[in-house]
């Protein structure tokens, strides 16, 4: 069982919409969690992350957590076609130091 | 550029030869990672430094892999006798030690192996 899961898309909004990405894992002692963005042939780019249960905003940018339920998600508001990327779930390993890696959802923007 | 550097950008290389990457993080962070990634897929770890000791590696790091980190500041990685199945982007990504660990990428060396 993959440890971490995502949809991979494509997701296609269109501009100016709410584009919702989902994420679930499997390791209930997992504590932090990253969302990642990763343009085609570039590395990824931390976005944001969170640790506790609830809602955590930046921007345009909300991250969403439900321990219970093992997921966490991830709302970008007013979403512009440079949001166009692949948006990378990653929770951290049983070690705490590695980061385990969904395989990304595909979110297309369209003007 | 005060970000994760990684040298070179592009590697070619034929199955067989050896290769080595290098890896400077930024210059406070104490953690250092080695990720690949290959098309369709999320970075998989493969070892983490913290400082000079490397404390954990991944089963994906076959014994023709080895990394070091001699002083606790940049990083090499190096790969034995490669295979096409090596050819990947190859990840480093650096940290704090306290607090949450937020990894922050450089920007990969890519390897293709022919």
């Known amino acids: 069982q993959k440890e971490v899961e995502q949809n991979s898309g494509p997701l296609s909004v269109p501009e100016g919409a709410i584009a919702s990405l989902n994420c679930t894992y499997s390791d209930r002692g997992s504590q932090s969690f990253f969302w990642y963005r990763q343009y085609s042939g570039k590395s990824p780019e931390l976005i944001m992350f969170i640790y506790s249960n609830g809602d955590k905003e930046d921007g345009r940018f909300t991250a969403q957590l439900n321990k219970a339920s093992q997921y966490v998600s991830l709302l970008i508001r007013d979403s512009q076609p440079s949001d166009s990327a692949t948006y990378l779930c990653?929770?951290?390993?049983?070690?705490?130091?590695?980061?385990?890696f969904g395989k990304g959802t595909s979110l297309l923007v369209t003007p | 550029d005060t970000g994760v550097s990684q040298d070179p950008r592009h590697k070619i290389t034929k199955r067989g030869q050896n290769v080595t990457f290098r890896c400077d993080p930024i210059?406070?962070?104490?953690?250092l990672y080695w990720y690949r990634q290959t098309l369709g897929q999320g970075p998989e770890f493969l070892t983490y430094f913290q400082n000079e000791a490397q404390l954990e590696k991944s089963r994906l790091l076959s014994d023709r892999f080895s990394a070091e980190r001699p002083k606790g500041s940049f990083s090499t990685l190096e790969i034995q006798r490669t295979e096409q199945g090596d050819s990947a982007m190859y990840l480093c990504a650096s940290s704090l030690v306290a607090g949450v660990p937020e990894a922050f990428f450089g920007q990969g060396t890519r390897l293709t192996v022919v």
């Open positions: 990653a929770v951290n390993s049983n070690s705490g130091y590695a980061l385990n």
């Open positions: 210059s406070e962070h104490n953690r």
